[in-house]
């Protein structure tokens, strides 16, 4: 009896525990993201400047890209950029020169392929072309299946630096045991305590596949050319204790970047695409899936497909080094 006693104690410390751990988590989240007009890091404005420009280069590297898309968002990365400027973040930095050469980028796209100009943007460039030495590569890259196949057989540095978010697919569907191999070589991503609480749904029916795209948030522009998503869940009864409980996305996040891989090893091309959706829109995804227990937490979709011959990707240009690797 008395032993029950205390452990129901103990059951309700811990539970008191992992209350005030999520309201920490909240209290700080609610300071530092970048809305909060607050919040004047670097990163915060180099996160939103990295975002926008993502927009404008994602828009060029899709199959069917649209004449003067974007305007309005290039207007709101002038926005940004004067903010950072008035801020007095230094000025070499990549997120901030990237912009720069992805907007120069765009306006050449446009041009060459739609015969599309608009004065007042190469107006408004002109005022940034100072604090960009020389345009370097950004934007979108042009690729071709037997360039990405090689690389692919190359040595570790050169593959891993060849597998990019892909929003074109070939119209070939993918077969499962390319997925098997894939989920297979996946699972060697470390977990903590060796636990494995990820898992990964294929669903091989175009209605299911179609519904989760029109769901999706973040496909806008190539969802009709996804033939198949993956959705790569992690199981939160897997862990224990409120210290665990970031457990399940930082597992997640290893297995995906190490599924991504594999796919790319096994020729399938892809883009993870995020879910930090409502619960109500959780439900509404496991409504479609219909197989996914309510102990999972969607972490995230794969959009996945073959390579097509010849396509473009964005070049999502990355930070400097010494940004990244800070040593004392
Ligand atoms: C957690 C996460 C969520 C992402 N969500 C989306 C998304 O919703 N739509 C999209 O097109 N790309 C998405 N991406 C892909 C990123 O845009 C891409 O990884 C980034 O620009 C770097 O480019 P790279 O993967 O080609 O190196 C996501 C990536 C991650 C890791």
Redesign the pocket.
Known sequence: MLEMLRAKVALMKKNNQMKNDYLDDYRLYKRWNYKNPETKTQCSREARILRQT?VIE?GMSLSAPRKGFGLEKINDLFRFLDDYITLGFPTDSIPFQNAICVITKYIEFQKNNFNFVNEELNRKIEKYLKYVPEIFESGIKHASLSEMQKSINGQFPEFFMS?????QFSDKTVAYDDIKKSVQLAMKAPTACNRQACRVYYYSDNRTNAELGKL????TG?ENEVKNYLVVTSDLSAFYDSFERNQIYIEA?LF??AL?QALHYNGIAS????NGETPEKNTQFKQICDNIPENEKIA?FI?IGYYKDEFN????KRKNINDVLISK
């Open positions: 993502h994602k597998r990019h978010s892909i929003r999706i948030a973040g496909n190539f996040g995906a970047m991504v883009c993870i695409l995020q995230l959009a990707y964005a070049v999502s």
